[in-house]
């Protein structure tokens, strides 16, 4: 019971779903639900973090002390608790200690209604996160991101939404480090791109940023759609809730993206498609989803590590003869050769040439 108050607040997880299913199916009674609902939450630091938020919240509400003095005053579900207890002693021995770790926490610490409570909490979750992960640098928020509000929005769904963009641009910068390599290299794919790109002759010799401007409009056009269709669906309200998930930003789980279930014709899902996954426990995909951060960060760093070699040579000395020289805009997706192709294009060169001089 304390778990599904705990949960109520946090993104769905797997077994929480699981548990639930059989506890409507009759197979799971209220004592046995609660008990392994628990026992899962507590292979997850974090989570187990917030279960504690919540029972202290609860301890010092009368209402909610009421509730649940009432549900453990009650014959039946006394009865249920003994016999969870006589199947698992070692599950419900877990349990009492873990509660009493709980009762510890909230007499210790002072209630508060307010929103910085939660927010402290948040940001706390946060920092142990960051100081769980292995790595010489552990929590660094030199802006101070972390504590604001954006948009008028609470820190629960600031920090959604800065995570979420982390570990969408560490997977963009993975992808986008790889293909620099491989095209520096010169490793192609043996077949066309396009009927009117039957080889790599108009590649060849440029630097992996000049790829995109020799790439013909249309071409370029199309992968713009294609992400833009990318970011509005993951972003999308019904598309999130027909997958079951909910925004990252409304308490759903950062670096989600939902199943194509809303397509006349649903293509497989973008992470996972083969079902990899599918077998992991929630501690080894914990795990995973720890050393994706890691990897995307790394990434970052040296896909503009790569960049800044190429644009001004001798910036990055370890990269120095290793990668080719690039006079473009990196951040401009549309160049002075697309100014008569696209309109605006040419209003918009001219407008940040007074703030980028170095533009030709």
Known sequence: MLTCLACTG??????????????????????????????????????????ASEVRDMLHSAEGMADLIKMIADPSFQEQAAEVNKKDKASTTSLANVLLAMSARAVSRPAVASRSSSKMETLDELIELAEDTPGPVQYWDPLKLSEKEFWGESNDATIGFLRHAEIKHGRVAMAGFVGYCLHENGIRWPFPLTSTLPDYSSFEGLSAPAVWDATPLAARLQIIAVIGFFEFYSEWETSLAADGMVHHMRGGKPGQFPAFNLLPVAPPPLFDPFGFTADLSEEEKAK????????????????????????????????????????GEVMGPFSAADAGLLPGVKTMLEGIQPLFPWLK
């Open 288 to 327: 995973k989803r720890i050393r994706e951060i890691q990897n995307g960060r790394l990434a970052m760093i040296g896909l503009f590590s790569l960049i800044s070699e190429a644009r001004v040579p001798g910036a990055v000395p370890a990269l120095a003869g290793l990668v080719k020289p690039y006079d």
């Open 10 to 51: 946090s993104a769905v997880h797997e077994w929480e779903l699981t548990n639930a299913a059989l506890y409507r199916a009759g197979a799971l009674n209220d004592a046995e639900l609660g008990a392994r609902n628990l026992r899962d939450a507590m292979k997850n630091p974090a989570l187990l973090s917030e279960v």
